[in-house]
């Protein structure tokens, strides 16, 4: 294939892809300068040792509580370890900061439990310091246990006595946001009662790629039902909703006068994230995107610290491992980790290292063969 057609290839097919946001022409931003930050969020930042928001998260804070005020979807692509956790929490965790009333407005849907462990950190770090709360729905609990930590049930007073056919406790969610793994959170939508998506005002698809791959009991197309049914159910009523302090219902008008086309809204803000976003034009109408805005580093998969310097060592695979054995004996005291690519390859040289008695280091296995308890020390 020739070099044009090369290129020819690598040009999105659709529009919004082609005049892409360059998150590397931005620079990090320290919070002392970052317009509008809560200061209670700084404090949060801070206690995180976090002093400056790194490029892809000031391009997003400003697309979000910037000059963009989340007029548009966002896809993101940017590479690993580049902070994109950050750069959607920080402006969600922000926009939600003034709700008194507690309800699920964000959704943040992750494809595996390691991630989603991750990412719910992340959120605690900084939501309880303006008053919101976190929860999990990742199988980590039996699911009693993890109803119980996400929907709040108010208990009878004493005293007073109910007929049980006239009473029904009203429930309601017990955290802000909540962070999912796609299995999981189908569970809660078709079994839990009080779980409702219907105030949802923040979706969050981090890891797209791996989540568009598989349907993963069609959770995309349900939780975007669900959203758009409630827009439906609210639309009629827009015209002669009449506001009140003591109503949960999130009114989505139609925002004509906004240029939304007849859309509702407010609408639920989509950001979708990956380090290899797809260009898949069928793969991205799944997502259902308003009006989006792309922003990328380009191609970079991987974004490594300024400082840290690579070497390659070339060997015929059969003496991989006495490579490595000779490699670890060289660093002597300094901790390592050796990645494989797959459970097995690491289970099997984690046995092999260990079949060497002679050797001055300690080796671990970390790997989904471990429990997640075991996994997390
Ligand atoms: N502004 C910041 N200042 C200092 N450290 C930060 C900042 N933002 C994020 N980090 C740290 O950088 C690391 C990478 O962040 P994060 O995991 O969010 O990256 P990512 O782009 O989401 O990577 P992945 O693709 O693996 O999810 C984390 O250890 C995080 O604590």
Redesign the pocket.
Known sequence: MGAEEDKQKSIPVLPWMRSPIDVSSFD?CPLTLLPCLDPRLKVA?EN???????P??LAVWQETIGPGSFERDLCIN??????????YALPIVQMLSTRSVKCLRALVVLPTRD?AL?VKE?FSAIAPAVGLSVGLAVGQSSIADEISELINRPKLQLGVSFDPEDFLPELQSSVDILVATPGRLMDHINNTKGFTLEHLCYLVV??TDRLLREAYQSWLPTVLQITRANDESFLPCAQTFLPSPFSLKTIRRSGLERGFKGKPYPRLVKMV?S?TLTQDPSKLAQLDLHHPLFLTTGQKRY?LPEKLQSYKLFCESKYKPLYLVALLQSLGEEKCIVFTSSVESTHRLCTLLNSFDNLPFKIKEYSGLQRQSVRRH
Do not use: N, R, Y
């Not at 995180?48 to 790194?54: C, P």
């Not at 940017?78 to 750069?87: D, E, F, N, R």
């Open positions: 990090e930042l995180m040792e976090i002093s400056s928001l790194f892809v998260q940017s590479p690993t370890g580049s902070g994109k956790t950050l750069a991630l991750q992340v981090d890891e994230l380090a974004q």
